[in-house]
């Protein structure tokens, strides 16, 4: 079974920037939607961004719309996320997580569609 390991997060200004980073065990990544998700304190796990197996559709919630981009490497195996102008309200433990139904077109927004999750990575910004 394929696993999940991101990396990337840490301390930031708010106003600053991070690139998050999720790399898969196995090459069959290449076959699976992907998605990010984030865990506030107290708050329930949320949908952040996902990716098409192909990279060639995605979908933002809107609160990070216009300042985040998720993007993949099926090469390397990696899916990115991109985070500009971060604000206090995105810090989360971020977690990638992979749809591993073959080659969907759709992106799911939905938790429960989601079957591999990585550890997560702490993002944290500062006001």
């Known amino acids: 079974q394929v696993q999940l390991v991101e990396s990337g997060g840490g301390l930031v200004q708010a106003g600053g920037s991070l690139r998050l980073s999720c790399a898969a065990s196995?090459?069959?990544?290449?076959?699976?939607?992907m998605g990010w998700f984030r865990q506030a304190p107290g708050k329930e796990r949320e949908f952040a961004a996902g990716?098409?197996?192909?990279?060639?559709?995605?979908i933002y919630t809107d609160s990070v719309k216009g300042r985040v981009t998720i993007s993949r490497d099926n090469a390397k195996n990696t899916v990115y996320l991109q985070m500009h102008s971060l604000k206090p309200a995105d810090t989360a433990v971020y977690y990638c997580?992979?749809?591993?139904?073959?080659?969907?077109?759709?992106?799911?927004?939905?938790?429960?569609?989601?079957?591999?999750w990585g550890q997560g990575t702490q993002v944290t910004v500062s006001s």
């Open positions: 997580a992979a749809d591993i139904r073959p080659w969907r077109v759709v992106v799911s927004t939905t938790p429960d569609e989601y079957d591999i």
């Open positions: 196995e090459r069959t990544f290449s076959t699976y939607a």
């Open positions: 990716i098409s197996w192909s990279g060639g559709s995605t």
